[in-house]
């Protein structure tokens, strides 16, 4: 391990921007399809990790839908949530927002208890196996219809309470947010906190349309919105967490190398940003491998990565006081190392 790998393992940090079930590695597809008795198109893990070349995100999602046709049980869904938090522990994550796509799961006929408990039963084990605090957004697949969301929200209806907030994922292009306006107003209501990804293919009016149109908490994403200064400018002037995901950015070709990643002129331009994985299973690399390939690649000090570390607890949904907290132990860890 190098400084650099130490340092960004030992800072405190936050997760803003994992899909769970991004998080499903080869190893463990195999082992859910004996298990489950599922078939996969591949013959082995390594066929696998071959087929994990992307030139868009239409690429890599038929792909990763495809994935998901393995978990079948709560058991699946723990185990996998389990297998990520093992993970991110070890990368200093001390607190993780989980996207989850019921869709995905429920219109295979897997019902939408067995996914939540699966994974509310894994986020119970990380709190006292890793002191790890996490909390749930359920994603709505945008190429699907809006009435789609509003059964998957009043699906969840029994498990508000463990629900943190709403996102939008899937294909963006063709899918802007304004689709699911009312969708995003009825979450609102139910005390949900909003978020969007946009601007990762989509243009910056997209980006436009989730402020606007939807009033979100957050941007997932948001690289295209540096297109447009004025749109820049607001974002900066309003706080707006960015949830920044470089290496699914660079396998997504949203970026051609990633020495090309935009992150320190997001953060030059006071945009607040932060580092996330993702979909670390299929992009090559969990959070601490996203902090090591811009601080190598874009030549970012220490003192942006404790600011990038800042970021994703300022940026959380954490209640005031853990946010406090959680920033006081990064002010320890930098006298600490200084
Ligand atoms: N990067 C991404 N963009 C849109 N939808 C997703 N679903 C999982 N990962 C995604
Ligand atoms: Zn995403």
């Not at 980006?207 to 607001?234: F, K, S, W």
């Given at each position: 391990?190098?400084?650099?790998?130490?340092?960004?393992?030992?800072?405190?940090?936050a997760?803003?921007?994992?899909?769970?079930?991004?998080?499903l590695?080869?190893?463990?597809?195999?082992?859910?399809a004996r298990?489950?008795?599922?078939?996969?198109p591949?013959?082995?893990?390594?066929?696998?990790?071959?087929?994990y070349?992307?030139?868009?995100?239409?690429?890599?999602?038929?792909i990763?839908?495809a994935?998901?046709n393995?978990l079948?049980t709560?058991?699946d869904f723990?185990?996998?949530?389990?297998?990520?938090f093992?993970?991110?522990a070890?990368?200093?994550?001390?607190?993780?927002?989980?996207?989850?796509?019921?869709?995905?799961?429920?219109d295979?006929?897997?019902?939408?208890a067995?996914v939540?408990?699966?994974?509310?039963s894994?986020?119970?084990?990380a709190?006292?196996?890793?002191?790890?605090?996490?909390c749930?957004?359920?994603s709505f697949?945008?190429?699907?219809s809006?009435?789609?969301?509003?059964?998957?929200?009043?699906a969840?209806?029994?498990?508000?309470?463990?629900?943190?907030a709403?996102?939008?994922d899937?294909s963006e292009?063709?899918?802007p947010?304004?689709?699911?306006?009312?969708v995003?107003?009825?979450?609102?209501?139910?005390g949900?906190?909003?978020?969007?990804?946009?601007?990762?293919?989509g243009?910056?009016?997209?980006?436009?349309?989730?402020?606007?149109?939807?009033?979100?908490?957050?941007?997932?994403?948001?690289?295209?919105?540096l297109?447009d200064?004025?749109?820049?400018?607001r974002?900066?002037d309003?706080?707006?967490t960015l949830?920044?995901?470089?290496?699914?950015n660079?396998?997504?070709?949203?970026?051609?190398d990633i020495v090309?990643h935009?992150i320190?002129?997001?953060l030059?331009?006071?945009?607040?940003?932060?580092?996330n994985?993702?979909?670390?299973?299929?992009?090559?690399?969990?959070?601490?491998?996203?902090?090591?390939?811009?601080?190598?690649?874009?030549?970012?000090?220490?003192?942006?990565?404790?600011t990038?570390?800042?970021?994703?607890?300022t940026?959380?949904?954490?209640?005031e006081?853990?946010?406090?907290?959680?920033?006081a132990?990064?002010?320890?860890?930098?006298?600490?190392?200084?």
């Amino acid at each position: 391990m190098t400084d650099l790998d130490t340092f960004i393992a030992r800072l405190p940090k936050a997760e803003l921007h994992l899909h769970i079930e991004g998080s499903l590695e080869p190893e463990l597809m195999f082992e859910l399809a004996r298990r489950n008795q599922v078939e996969i198109p591949y013959a082995s893990v390594e066929e696998v990790r071959a087929a994990y070349a992307f030139t868009r995100l239409q690429d890599f999602l038929d792909i990763y839908y495809a994935g998901a046709n393995v978990l079948r049980t709560r058991r699946d869904f723990h185990d996998m949530a389990m297998a990520y938090f093992d993970r991110a522990a070890r990368d200093g994550v001390v607190h993780a927002e989980l996207m989850f796509d019921p869709q995905t799961h429920t219109d295979r006929g897997i019902p939408f208890a067995e996914v939540i408990e699966g994974l509310l039963s894994a986020m119970e084990e990380a709190r006292t196996k890793h002191g790890m605090t996490s909390c749930l957004i359920l994603s709505f697949l945008r190429h699907l219809s809006e009435e789609a969301a509003f059964e998957t929200l009043a699906a969840a209806e029994p498990w508000l309470d463990r629900i943190a907030a709403v996102g939008l994922d899937s294909s963006e292009v063709g899918h802007p947010p304004i689709k699911f306006a009312q969708v995003f107003a009825a979450a609102r209501e139910k005390g949900l906190k909003l978020t969007a990804h946009a601007g990762e293919e989509g243009p910056p009016e997209y980006v436009y349309q989730a402020l606007d149109l939807i009033d979100v908490d957050r941007i997932d994403h948001g690289n295209r919105a540096l297109e447009d200064p004025v749109l820049t400018r607001r974002l900066a002037d309003s706080g707006m967490t960015l949830t920044v995901c470089p290496l699914s950015n660079l396998k997504l070709c949203v970026i051609d190398d990633i020495v090309q990643h935009p992150i320190d002129a997001m953060l030059k331009a006071g945009l607040k940003a932060t580092l996330n994985s993702d979909d670390p299973a299929y992009f090559g690399g969990y959070i601490a491998d996203n902090y090591r390939a811009v601080a190598e690649a874009r030549g970012l000090g220490r003192e942006d990565l404790v600011t990038l570390a800042r970021n994703s607890f300022t940026g959380s949904f954490l209640p005031e006081e853990d946010i406090a907290r959680h920033l006081a132990a990064i002010d320890a860890f930098v006298a600490e190392v200084a």
